[in-house]
């Protein structure tokens, strides 16, 4: 109990410390030990030998690889929107298209990858672009189920900026679809958010015609 109420309260300290955006690689040591313990089990029990020379480092590498994927819990997505917020009269919709993301499902820790695109409609403040993209990924690298993911990216834009509206669409695949069960090879799942003036028809498809909108 004293062990995770230390690490919790190192997890705020970190978050802090990166100001709530800076790329994690540094790992914490005594996570990566226990969870490559846990993994050289797993190797055995899927009848592996973990002894095997292209297995040896293999439980460390998961475990720093998972970190890495994960490292979204050490992030605030707010901080990161409110270090870069400008006061601004544009009142036009703003869309940053096409985002990369790479996530990892809940359900079978497998990744789903795909495009997000993400609008909103400025009330009084804008954010340097730049910051959207990483509020999108400080979201994505968790456990994530899409449909929360779209929501939690909406919602944080939304309560920060106060903007006038929000959209966000987000088209994955996902390899637990694709390498397993149904094995729909290019089933894409879309899902989306939207806020104030987008739950209008006519800005919501103004913004779904400017991100379809291929090769500029
Ligand atoms: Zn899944």
Known sequence: ???????????????????????????NP??????????????????????????????????????????????????????????????????????????????????????????????????GLSKIPRVVDAFARRLQVQERLTVEIRNCIQDTLKPLGVAVVIEAQHLCMIMRGVQKQHSIATTSAFTGEFQQDRTRAEFIRLVSKRGD
């Open 30 to 127: 005594d996570a990566i030990k226990r969870i490559a313990g846990s993994y050289r089990d797993i190797l055995k029990d899927i009848g592996e030998d973990p002894e095997r020379e292209g297995l040896v480092k293999t439980p460390e590498r998961v475990a720093k690889a998972l970190q890495f994927l994960t490292h979204g819990n050490d992030l605030d997505p707010a901080a990161i929107l409110r270090s870069a917020m400008f006061k601004e009269e544009y009142q036009q919709m703003v869309i940053v298209k096409d985002i990369e993301i790479y996530s990892l499902c809940e359900h079978h820790m497998l990744p789903f990858f795909g495009k997000a695109h993400v609008a909103y409609i400025p009330n009084g403040y804008i954010v």
């Open 1 to 27: 109990m004293a062990q995770m109420r230390k690490t919790q309260k190192d997890r705020g300290a970190r978050a802090r410390e990166l100001d709530g955006y800076a790329k994690i690689d540094q790992y």
